[in-house]
């Protein structure tokens, strides 16, 4: 299946260390609208939030993003849900091995990934990352933080406007690296001409509520001015985190698939694999 020459898609990354962090330990994925993977397998978007001392969150978001997208685009004509799953268990395993080797003790990483085929949009997740859809000036957030906190909101025991502010908002339940055997959410969501996803780390959404996605997106049309005016919002009322982003707008959608993409798999596998072994271990933001 191949993303139409017809569709029309704008996107901007960003990643920041924030006022308080020694280093940075998110990392982003952004996919080349007109590369030969994007023609292929469609639109790819990722982002993960690492944990662990020295400097090691950094290695697990890195390593967990550049195994994930490795495993998507080789899993060629796969089921997407099954290359996405067999994504996160591949990137679960390398953050777990590396935490291994290296003796960094707790090393993990939250993951939200996104792949739009057509107008369907793909969805893993794991952790507390966020995935955003706006649609008409109203956001919409579309998945599940797998924090204490958020079990509660779940089970209806504590509304969700006290997450934010809640002492225990980032301890997470489920994320990659801690444990061989993971289970991420894996669903897909059907999307618009004229819609926006804004996919954003803890350090992003913890000072910013849901509604203002929205609220600011109804001002803004460049993902690019959107993107940065959410960072500097989120900076400005003292996130306590790295502060990451990616915003999607969704000019021109097209339905069409085509399967002459089936032809292309080993030679994009191929080449996938020289690339990430150049960025594998290293913080991630391909643009």
Request: net charge neutral.
């Amino acid at each position: 299946m191949t993303a139409h020459k017809a569709t029309k898609i704008e996107a901007y990354s960003q990643s920041d260390i924030g006022n308080v962090r020694e280093d940075n330990q998110d990392a982003v994925w952004l996919c080349n609208p007109d590369d030969q993977y994007t023609e292929a397998f469609g639109h790819l978007y990722a982002i993960a939030d690492g944990m662990g001392g020295y400097a090691h969150g950094g290695v697990a978001s890195s390593l967990a993003l550049s195994t994930f997208c490795e495993t998507f685009y080789d899993a060629g004509n796969a089921a997407i849900p099954q290359k996405m799953k067999i994504g996160m268990q591949n990137a679960n395993l390398s953050v777990y091995q590396a935490a291994q080797k290296i003796s960094a003790g707790r090393m993990g990483t939250t993951l939200t990934a996104a792949n739009l085929v057509g107008n369907t949009l793909h969805i893993a997740h794991i952790g507390d990352s966020r995935a955003y859809l706006i649609r008409k000036n109203k956001s919409r957030c579309l998945t599940n933080d797998h924090t204490r906190v958020g079990e509660l909101v779940r089970m209806r025991l504590l509304s969700a406007d006290k997450i934010r502010s809640h002492n225990q908002r980032s301890i997470l339940n489920k994320c990659l690296g801690m444990n061989l055997f993971i289970q991420p959410d894996i669903f897909n969501v059907q999307v618009q001409t004229g819609d926006a996803l804004i996919f954003c780390t803890d350090g992003v959404w913890s000072v910013i509520e849901d509604e203002e996605f929205g609220e600011i997106a109804a001002t803004i049309h460049d993902p690019a001015l959107l993107g940065k005016r959410i960072l500097e919002l989120a900076l400005e009322r003292d996130s306590d985190d790295n502060v990451s982003l990616i915003t999607v707008f969704f000019h021109q959608l097209n339905h069409q698939k085509d399967d002459s993409a089936k032809n292309k798999h080993t030679m994009i596998s191929r080449i996938f694999r020289q690339f990430s072994k150049k960025y594998r271990g290293k913080q991630c933001s391909f643009l």
